[in-house]
């Protein structure tokens, strides 16, 4: 099954980050996990952190959900907006941090591409186009803050995916989620100009 990369134009938001090469692992794993997806047949499904919003626009483009989208950058829930109108699809877009202000185990799919560099602590509290990359130390401390709390936003069949660099440290990721029953599987990686990127996927144990 094909997912189509959505056309996106980002001319009016400098600072937003342009989708990259970590943008399109992720897409090109949603189109691995499509027929995964389609079964599942999600009712809600949220993209945290969307920028361009690309990947939340090509889930809402072949999935029958409600998609949501967030970013702490309120440029890019207008270009999350937009993208999704030009794609004549419909995603909810959010200026929130990360996803703390839904209610509880709502979404039966959330991506997320975070900012997954390893910074000084101080960078991710900057704003505009460093919020997209400085993940602080161990480039997680972001991300952790959505990996401890998968159990309370996922429903019981809910999964999420996530891009992460080696840098972050895949076995000290599933330990983490391994706590509150997740398991995670490295469904692509990729190396890219010196990076080697991952998406995981986590879903609870049965
Ligand atoms: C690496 S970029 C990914 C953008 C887009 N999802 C993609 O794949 O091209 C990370 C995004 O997360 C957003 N972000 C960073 N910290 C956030 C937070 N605490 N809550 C919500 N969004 C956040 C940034 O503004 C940026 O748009």
């Known amino acids: 099954m094909l997912l189509k990369t959505p056309q996106y134009d980002l001319r009016g938001h400098p600072e937003v980050y342009e989708p990259s090469e970590d943008s399109f692992l992720l897409l090109d ?4 996990e499509l027929g995964f997806l389609e079964a599942l047949e999600p009712l809600f499904a949220l993209e945290i952190g ?7 626009t090509a889930l809402a483009s072949c999935l029958k959900c409600e998609c949501f989208a967030t970013d702490i950058n309120p440029d890019a829930c207008e270009a999350t907006a937009e993208t ?17 202000n839904f209610r509880e185990n709502l979404f039966d799919v959330i ?3 975070p900012p997954y560099v390893v910074t000084d602590s101080a960078e991710i509290r900057g704003c505009g186009l460093s919020r997209a990359w ?3 130390c161990t480039g997680r401390e972001i991300t952790d803050q959505v990996l401890c709390n998968l159990q309370n936003f996922l429903t019981p069949k809910g999964v999420c995916y ?3 660099l080696k840098e972050n440290n895949i076995d000290e990721i599933t330990s983490l989620v391994r706590k509150n ?4 599987e490295v469904i692509k990686d990729r190396k890219i100009r010196g990076e080697h990127l991952f ?7 049965v």
């Open 29 to 32: 794993a949603l189109e691995q």
């Open 50 to 56: 969307s920028g361009s919003g690309v990947a939340i």
């Open 84 to 100: 999704a109108a030009l794609n004549r699809t419909r995603v909810n877009c959010i200026n929130m941090d990360l996803l703390f």
């Open 111 to 113: 991506l997320f591409n």
């Open 134 to 136: 400085a993940g602080g």
């Open 162 to 164: 996530m891009v992460i």
């Open 181 to 184: 029953n997740f398991r995670s």
């Open 199 to 205: 998406i995981l996927k986590f879903s609870k144990n």
